[in-house]
């Protein structure tokens, strides 16, 4: 099994910053892709950001890029969103998903954590 689980969500007035984390667990050989996506009621899933754990290239929406930094500690699994600047169209559930190959398995396979609510207003 693998899992993924969020934290770092909230309330935040406009201005204000947040850090999420996503921490993969289980049965892990590899991890190609750790990232974040949003959804805000009534829209569609959107991308925030990449991150490739091997040699940390990054990518971000451009509604986010000058205000976001995503990072990752490889030795803990973990990927890291920093918000700033953050703005009440930001307000939206966030998601982790990661690229990975689990122990004794060919491929690998996309998972998502549960979601964290962040909320921008004042």
């Known amino acids: 099994q693998v899992q993924l689980v969020e934290s770092g969500g909230g309330l935040v007035q406009p201005g204000g910053s947040l850090r999420l984390s996503c921490a993969a667990s289980g049965s892990i050989f590899s991890i190609n892709l750790m990232g974040w996506c949003r959804q805000a009621p009534g829209k569609q899933r959107e991308l925030v950001a990449l991150i490739t754990p091997d040699d940390g290239r990054s990518r971000y929406a451009d509604s986010v890029k000058d205000r976001c930094t995503i990072s990752r500690d490889n030795a803990k699994n973990t990927v890291y969103l920093q918000m700033n600047s953050l703005k009440p169209e930001d307000t939206a559930v966030y998601y982790c998903?990661?690229?990975?190959?689990?122990?004794?398995?060919?491929?690998?396979?996309?998972?998502w954590g549960q979601g964290t609510q962040v909320t921008v207003s004042s």
């Open positions: 998903q990661a690229d990975i190959t689990r122990t004794g398995g060919s491929h690998a396979y996309r998972y």
